[in-house]
């Protein structure tokens, strides 16, 4: 009896044991089923972009951002889902005025374009207007500009070329160290379109602009990108977009950039009070001393029509 007793122990032992190994097959075949189910195949053309990182954090300060799902500077957004475009030819961006205080009218399918490829001519928010500052090279006015900027609690965006960092890298770090946006004018200001029919050589044109901008600041740029020149294809901007970077264009300009033949102040503070519209993303230049001057009364005049002032981010 005491044979049998401890065959029988024995025997419940083992089917004990073997219960708990199907359990934890079965469990494990459980978590396999999971992985297996959330994997999906590539999006249709990822093959022309399949070296670029698609994770994207968000905005590190949401307060101070239009657009609380951009993607950080250093992992851009997911690559284009529609295939590379065959048209490369170059346009020039241009906006018609509407009524007064109304957004602007674009080329043709300027607007579709962007729709398509990722990019704005206007900012998120209605409420906000939008100051952004082109800096192909250093005028003296930077630091006026900065200075008003601060002194009117107002942040702005700057889109920097590789050489404009090298050449100005304490100007770049306050740019930074104030709040503003820093984002991709490229390294050398070519036409994109130009290069739109070689990957790599359009690649390094961002790429070297924000290796610049991160040994400058230790920050990654933001993935916002204006065109130089304003020339821009369906392929550019398709480029743009593989890389991670969104197209900025503008709903405002006015003839700021000759250093020599600058509009006098009051002029240019008419234009910038006129100009103005829901969403406006005013282009300006960092070289141009009439802008700096106008500044104040610029943001003051904005302010009293309504207006808040926002950042683009990316």
């Known amino acids: 009896m005491r044979h049998e007793g401890i065959e029988m122990v024995l025997g419940l032992r083992a089917l004990l044991l073997a219960c708990l190994l199907a359990m934890v097959a079965l469990a494990a075949g459980c978590a396999t089923s999971r992985v297996a189910d959330t994997s999906s195949p590539a999006p249709a053309g990822s093959e022309e972009v399949a070296d670029e990182p698609t994770s994207a954090p968000g905005p590190t300060d949401p307060a101070l951002r239009d657009d609380d799902e951009t993607p950080a500077a250093d992992e851009p957004g997911p690559p284009p889902v529609t295939p590379a475009p065959d048209d490369n030819a170059a346009r020039g961006w241009y906006y018609t005025a509407n009524a007064p205080h109304a957004v602007p009218a674009v080329a043709p399918g300027a607007a579709d374009l962007l729709a398509d490829y990722g990019g704005r001519f206007t900012g998120l928010e209605p409420a906000c207007v939008y100051l952004t500052f082109d800096q192909g090279y250093e005028n003296g006015n930077t630091s006026a500009i900065l200075d008003g900027l601060e002194r009117n609690g107002v942040r702005a965006t700057f889109f920097v070329t590789a050489s404009y960092i090298r050449n100005n890298p304490a100007l770049v770090r306050r740019m930074a160290a104030g709040g503003h946006v820093v984002g991709n004018h ?13 990957p790599a050589a359009f690649e390094e044109e961002l790429a070297d602009t924000a290796r610049a901008y991160r040994d400058v600041t230790g920050a990654e740029m933001a993935h916002i990108f204006r065109p130089p020149m304003g020339e821009y294809s369906p392929l550019s901007l398709w480029r743009t ?36 519209h829901p969403g406006a993303i005013y282009l300006l230049h960092g070289v141009s001393s009439s802008d700096a001057q106008a500044l104040d009364a610029a943001v003051a005049g904005l302010r009293a029509q309504g207006y808040r002032f926002g950042m683009l981010d990316g």
């Open 186 to 198: 490229s390294a050398t200001h070519p036409s994109m379109p130009g290069l739109a029919g070689d």
């Open 241 to 276: 977009q593989a890389l991670g970077y969104e197209s900025i264009f503008w709903s405002f300009a006015h003839r700021d950039w000759i250093v020599d033949d600058q509009p006098p102040v009051d002029i240019t503070i008419t234009r910038m009070l006129a100009g103005s």
